[in-house]
């Protein structure tokens, strides 16, 4: 208010009075904010010109008109939603929290919120992107169960794209509903994404293993070079083997993508694939399955208790072996671009980490009820996320990037 009355302060009459000038305060208001609830009294401002026309008025940017909940209110509520607390007790909760004054936060306002977000969401979901480019893209979908519609939508999933700005600030660019995580789906988002004007093809995508996205981008933008998610990959070699051997496999992953330059990592990729092959495929000692051969009454019988421990053994551990080494230049890309990206571009972590709420939700409720506040939800939660997302390291190295200079395990070229 100060500020608009400095502003104003040559606005004078015939006398040489100011125009402009203080009138008091406004009634007082009570405002529920994370301290609890303040009561405000804000300044007012009036204008003595003459002419209505050229009268002006004073608005504060602190103190909306009518705002009776400060915006970490806003931002709680989903927050709220999101940690499982069901639509009934929101009163209850915000009571204890905020006290007696919170009163006015009941079902039906949860429900008008929950049509607001939606609104918000249907109106992001159409932006214009023209003119915008990403130069990184996470994708990952987002399994979730739709409680009150059709057996179809039951097997929703969330197909969630984030982007990194040539600043290096990532957003989150694309939230929509497929069925699993099929080509056809994937490419309906990114062909919409293309029609409203992201024409520039991102240098690099990660994402974990599911085909439709790899074929859709294939499609959509095949100039975009594939990354593959190294915790989804983890993750799937150690579920095809034994929880005894998982810890000493999973430091030897760790060993291959952290590798500090590509033939590094394709040295300790070399040893994963000769230990485990050879140790796992040949000669994995279950002892119930080979006590079973050495207790045979017969030779017939243990002939064949052998041969069942092979087929079960030698096919188990193989397939965690060919489930690694299908991937393998798709899992090491990322040594083609600045090292400083590399702890950003190895995972899909900046989805997960950010939409690990959503599944508590899920598992809380056993699902939101309809597709639409799905959306939303994940909608907000990302809005409210994204302002405490980190700035990719070495951001003033993507101008290289998009200028299509080399980078040879993580050092520009013609630099090393």
Known sequence: MQEFLQEHQD????????????NGHQAARKIVTGAGTLEVKQPRVRDNSPRASERVQFSSAILPPYLRRSKAIEEFIPWLYLKGISTGDFSEALQTLLGEHARGFSANV?????????????????????????????????????RLEDTENKKQCLLVVMGATVDGHKELLAVQDGYRESTQSWTELLVDLQRRGLSLAPKLATGDGALGFWAALRQVYP????????????????????????????????????????????????????????????????????????????????????????AKYQAKY????????????????????????????RT??????????????????????????????????????????????????LGLVIEGKVFVDGVQEDAA
């Open 11 to 22: 606005r004078r009459d015939a006398q040489g009075n100011r125009l402009v000038v203080r």
């Open 110 to 146: 949860i429900v008008r919120l929950k049509e607001q977000w939606t609104a918000e969401y249907e109106q992001w979901s159409r932006r214009d992107l023209t003119g915008k480019q990403y130069v990184y893209l996470w994708a990952d979908g987002i399994h979730v169960n739709v």
């Open 223 to 310: 100039e975009t070079r594939e990354q593959r998610c190294w915790v989804h990959k983890t993750a799937n070699v150690l579920n095809k083997l034994p929880k005894s051997v998982q810890p000493r496999a999973k430091a030897d992953l760790h060993e291959i993508w952290m590798a500090e330059t590509r033939e590094q990592a394709n040295q300790a990729f070399d040893t994963f694939l000769a230990k485990y092959q050879a140790k796992y495929a040949d000669a994995c000692a279950c002892k119930a399955d080979l006590h079973e051969i050495w207790m045979a009454e017969t030779r017939e019988q243990a002939n064949q208790a052998f041969d069942t421990f092979l």
């Open 318 to 345: 193989a397939d965690a072996c060919a489930c690694l080494e299908k991937d393998r230049e798709a899992l090491l890309t990322f040594y083609d671009f600045p090292a400083e990206h590399w702890t950003h571009l």
């Open 348 to 397: 899909t972590n900046p989805i997960e980490s950010t939409f690990a709420t959503i599944r508590l939700r899920h598992r809380r409720t056993k699902g939101n009820g309809t597709r639409k506040t799905s959306l939303a939800m994940m909608f907000k939660l990302a809005q409210a996320a994204q302002k405490r997302w980190k700035r990719l390291h070495g951001s003033e190295q």
